[in-house]
């Protein structure tokens, strides 16, 4: 899903963000560049990668549902490089997966990871741009949207198109709010406290010049259950997520956590206040003592929603 440079709202991983920078089936990176797959695809599988327990969690709650029908095909909607694809796979054991993106060079890592993992015979790719491709996805019994709908413009619309897609009994399964991420104390000891809260009202902002510019932007109450009803779907609920890795971060997490600051950072460099990127600027240096690559309190907490809607 292609992030809004450091727009705070995201899918997979360590920043729930990255995901954004995913092509989501539409194949469009905000701020009008796109971005370079070989840099950016190993940044988003390890931020799946970190949150696997969140989504594993989160599917196995929805195979759990007494009103789910057989899952039989799953359409994973702004795929990225594949990492949800094959644990949907994995927790749907009998259901064929279609990971849908506008990106091929994350198609081909989805089919490479699928491949690895012995998938490959359940896990497919289709390269699709949305809306206009939703007639050419086929029917499925599971619909998983991981913060890809708030990329379309007519977010209404798309989640009518998703509706007329399902099988009986079929749902949609959306990722979208839950709480950004939080990795740095409020107080870091140097600078103005509270910088992510500042960064997060910035990249806040810049979501809103995101959706704005999307083709059919049509401004919606983010009231889930009421879109649900709308496209004609029986709101079944929504359950939050947790990922908290608490300090000291393993090396994994950390790099992700720094990966991620080096994409705000340059994505909020003209919004922020010179003060706040100069700290930014020190967070990254990986020679300073109170920076990223060595603070021992530097943590991950976020929490991911799901959102769920079944066809009668």
């Not at 870091?188 to 809103?208: D, H, N, Q, S």
């Not at 939050?240 to 080096?262: C, H, K, M, N, Y």
């Amino acid at each position: 899903m292609s992030n809004h440079t450091g727009h705070g709202h995201h899918h997979d991983g360590g920043h729930q963000g990255l995901h954004h920078q995913r092509g989501a089936a539409h194949g469009h990176g905000h701020g009008g560049t796109e971005p370079d797959w070989d840099v950016m695809a190993p940044l988003l599988e390890r931020n799946a990668e970190i949150s696997s327990g969140q989504y594993t969690e989160a599917a196995r709650w929805v195979a759990a549902l007494p009103t789910a029908p057989k899952v039989r095909r799953v359409l994973d909607i702004g795929s990225g490089p594949g990492v949800i694809s094959c644990l949907l796979a994995e927790v749907f054991p009998e259901a064929e997966v279609v990971a849908v993106d506008g990106t091929p060079a994350l198609l081909e890592r989805t089919s490479a990871r699928a491949q690895r993992l012995g998938l490959a015979d359940r896990v497919t790719t289709l390269h699709a741009t949305l809306p206009a491709g939703l007639p050419d996805l086929g029917e499925a019994d599971l619909i998983w949207a991981g913060n890809a709908l708030h990329h379309m413009g007519d977010q209404r619309a798309v989640l009518a198109g998703f509706a007329a897609l399902l099988r009986p009994g079929g749902t949609v399964a959306l990722v979208e709010g839950g709480l950004q991420p939080r990795q740095l104390p409020r107080d870091l000891g140097f600078g103005k406290p509270g910088l992510e809260a500042r960064m997060e009202a910035v990249e806040a902002e810049l979501f809103e010049e995101m959706r704005a510019e999307l083709s059919d932007a049509r401004r919606e109450v983010e009231d889930w259950a009421a879109l649900f009803s709308a496209a004609g779907l029986i709101p079944q609920g929504a359950r939050s997520f947790l990922l908290d890795l608490p300090a000291p971060l393993g090396d994994a997490a950390r790099e992700q956590v720094i990966a991620d600051f080096t994409r705000r950072r340059d994505g909020l460099v003209d919004h922020l206040a010179a003060e706040d990127i100069a700290v930014l600027d020190r967070l990254l240096d990986p020679e300073d003592p109170a920076g990223l690559h060595r603070r021992p309190d530097t943590f991950l907490l976020l929490a991911r929603t799901l959102h769920l809607g079944r066809r009668a």
